[in-house]
Structures are given as structure tokens and as C-alpha cells.
């Protein structure tokens, strides 16, 4: 398993390619995508947004997307079904979005709100 170091320099080689890196997800009982957070090169330097699945089709980068799983980086990759644009990690054409084990986007806006907290 890649190291945080290792992890954080091949982040940054992406988002310096213009790539995006998904680093938390909500999905309906589906599996289908609702809104995610992600991480994009603006400036010189990385920031972060949420969006809705309807931003991330319309906005997907040329240079690719990315999800920041617990086994490291995995590239995303976003194909048309029937009904639906879809993201998988996982390389096959399931019409459900599977961007791997992340934490939900709730959690991380909770995780940000303690960080703010004045006690």
C-alpha cells in the first residue's frame, strides 16, 4: 500500500494535469451518485467543492477523474447507460455508480464543522 507521502506527490502530479480527485460520496439506495467532494487544481493550489452528479457529468475533466480509496488512487471512469451517466472504478459497465469505499460526504462536512468549532 502506497504511503500518505507517496499518495499526496501522485495527487498532486494529477491535479496539476487538471485532473479531479473524489474524495467522498453520497449515493441513494440505487448506487446511484447524489453528491460528491471533490478536490481540483485552482491557483496554485488545491481546493475543494461539493457537487451534484449532474456537475460532475457536465464538468468531467479531459484529464480524468480520480477516487482516493483506502488502497490508494483509482481512476474513474464515466460511460452512458440506458437511462443514466455512470462512474465506476471497477472497469465494468454496471449501471450503478461504484467509486469504491469512501466516506460520505455528510461525514466529511460534519468532520469540517468540529474542526471549526470555538470551545
Known amino acids: 500500500m502506497a504511503s500518505v507521502k507517496e499518495l499526496t506527490k501522485k495527487a498532486e502530479e494529477l491535479l496539476k494535469q487538471g485532473a479531479v480527485l473524489v474524495t467522498a460520496a453520497d449515493c441513494d ?18 481546493a475543494m467543492d461539493i457537487i451534484d452528479k449532474d456537475d460532475f457529468v457536465q464538468g468531467f475533466p479531459d484529464a ?13 471512469e464515466m460511460f452512458e447507460g440506458e437511462e443514466d451517466m455512470y462512474f465506476r472504478i471497477d472497469g465494468t459497465r454496471e449501471e450503478s455508480d461504484d ?11 460534519t ?9
Open 99 to 109: 467509486l469504491g469505499a469512501l466516506p460520505s460526504v455528510r461525514f466529511m462536512e
Open 64 to 76: 480524468g477523474a480520480w477516487s482516493l480509496t483506502g488502497s490508494g488512487l483509482k481512476k474513474i
Open 111 to 119: 468532520v469540517e464543522a468540529i474542526c471549526a468549532l470555538k470551545l
Open 29 to 46: 439506495q440505487a448506487g446511484v451518485l447524489e453528491r460528491l467532494q471533490v478536490y481540483f487544481a485552482d491557483e496554485h493550489e488545491a
